[in-house]
C-alpha cells in the first residue's frame, strides 16, 4: 500500500510569490493534517481536512490556506511568502475511525524562501 | 501552555544499551499519545501509540508508559542500536480531533 506522497519535494520561491504543495493521502484515509516543520518551532499543526471541509485550523495567518479535492488528495497554498515561511512543510493522514487514529506522515516539502 | 514538552533535548547512549525518553504534555484532555521517530530528511515515522485508558504499550523493542496523574508519557527503547539514532516526538490528541500537538523533539544518538 503506497504511503503519504507530498510534490514537490523542494522548492525554492522568493519574497512576494506564492507557492501550492500537494498531498495524496494513504488509500482510503479521508482525512488529511497539514504541519509546518522549523528549527525554532517545532512541529506546528496548519488545518486539517476531512471530505473536503475544513474542521480544525491552527494559528496562522490568511496567507496559508488549504483545500481538499472528492479524491482526498489535498493542497495548500502559502500566498506572499515571507522569509520566515521557508520550513519543512508536512502532510499527514488518518483513517479517522473510532478504532484507529493512527497519523501517516509523508517526507515533506521542502520551501526555501530568498 | 498548549503544547506538549520534552525534558531533554538530547541523549546519547551506548549500542546494547536501553534508552528512555521522557515527555510531558499539559492538556487532561488529551487521550491519545503517539510517538514519532524522524530521520533526516525524512516525514515522522509513527512507532507506538497508547490510549488514555491504558498505561502501558508494548511494541517490538519498545515500550510506551502513560502516567495520567503526573501527566507524563516516557517511550522506552530495548537494546538502542546505531538505526535508533534520530529525533524522537511525542505527540497528543484530543478525542474528536485529528489535530496532534508535538513536543519539540528529543535527539538520540547512539554510539557504536
Same mark, same amino acid.
Given at each position: 500500500?503506497?504511503?503519504?506522497?507530498?510534490?514537490?519535494?523542494?522548492?525554492?520561491?522568493?519574497?512576494?510569490?506564492?507557492?501550492?504543495?500537494?498531498?495524496?493521502?494513504?488509500?482510503?484515509?479521508?482525512?488529511?493534517?497539514?504541519?509546518?516543520?522549523?528549527?525554532?518551532?517545532?512541529?506546528q499543526?496548519?488545518?486539517?481536512?476531512f471530505?473536503?471541509?475544513?474542521?480544525?485550523?491552527?494559528?496562522?495567518?490568511?496567507?496559508?490556506?488549504?483545500?481538499?479535492?472528492?479524491?482526498?488528495?489535498?493542497?495548500?497554498?502559502?500566498?506572499?511568502?515571507?522569509?520566515?515561511?521557508?520550513?519543512?512543510?508536512l502532510?499527514?493522514?488518518?483513517?479517522?475511525?473510532?478504532?484507529?487514529?493512527?497519523?501517516?506522515?509523508?517526507?515533506?516539502?521542502?520551501?526555501?524562501?530568498? | 501552555?498548549?503544547?506538549?514538552?520534552?525534558?531533554?533535548?538530547?541523549?546519547?547512549?551506548?549500542?546494547?544499551?536501553?534508552?528512555?525518553?521522557?515527555? &510531558?504534555?499539559?492538556?487532561? &484532555?488529551?487521550?491519545? #499519545?503517539?510517538?514519532?521517530k524522524?530521520?533526516?530528511?525524512?516525514?515522522p515515522?509513527?512507532?507506538?501509540?497508547?490510549?488514555?485508558?491504558?498505561d502501558?504499550?508494548?511494541?517490538?523493542?519498545?515500550?510506551?508508559?502513560?502516567?495520567?496523574?503526573?501527566?507524563h508519557?516516557?517511550?522506552?527503547? &530495548?537494546?538502542?542500536?546505531?538505526?535508533?539514532? &534520530?529525533?524522537? #516526538?511525542?505527540?497528543?490528541?484530543?478525542?474528536?480531533?485529528?489535530?496532534?500537538?508535538?513536543?519539540k523533539?528529543?535527539?538520540?544518538?547512539?554510539?557504536?
Amino acid at each position: 500500500k503506497a504511503g503519504v506522497t507530498q510534490t514537490p519535494r523542494y522548492l525554492i520561491k522568493t519574497r512576494g510569490q506564492q507557492v501550492t504543495l500537494s498531498c495524496s493521502p494513504i488509500s482510503g484515509h479521508r482525512s488529511v493534517s497539514w504541519y509546518q516543520q522549523t528549527p525554532g518551532q517545532g512541529l506546528q499543526f496548519l488545518f486539517e481536512y476531512f471530505s473536503e471541509t475544513q474542521r480544525n485550523k491552527g494559528n496562522f495567518p490568511g496567507r496559508f490556506s488549504g483545500r481538499q479535492f472528492s479524491n482526498s488528495r489535498s493542497e495548500m497554498n502559502v500566498s506572499t511568502l515571507e522569509l520566515g515561511d521557508s520550513a519543512l512543510y508536512l502532510c499527514a493522514s488518518s483513517l479517522n475511525s473510532l478504532v484507529t487514529s493512527e497519523a501517516f506522515f509523508g517526507q515533506g516539502t521542502r520551501l526555501t524562501v530568498v | 501552555g498548549e503544547s506538549v514538552g520534552l525534558h531533554l533535548p538530547t541523549l546519547s547512549v551506548q549500542e546494547g544499551d536501553n534508552s528512555i525518553i521522557n515527555c &510531558a504534555y499539559s492538556n487532561s &484532555a488529551s487521550d491519545y #499519545f503517539i510517538w514519532y521517530k524522524q530521520e533526516s530528511g525524512k516525514g515522522p515515522q509513527f512507532i507506538i501509540d497508547i490510549r488514555s485508558n491504558m498505561d502501558k504499550r508494548q511494541g517490538q523493542r519498545v515500550t510506551v508508559l502513560l502516567n495520567k496523574t503526573v501527566k507524563h508519557l516516557s517511550l522506552q527503547i &530495548a537494546a538502542t542500536q546505531p538505526g535508533d539514532s &534520530a529525533v524522537y #516526538f511525542c505527540a497528543e490528541k484530543q478525542g474528536g480531533s485529528e489535530k496532534l500537538v508535538f513536543g519539540k523533539g528529543t535527539k538520540l544518538t547512539v554510539n557504536p
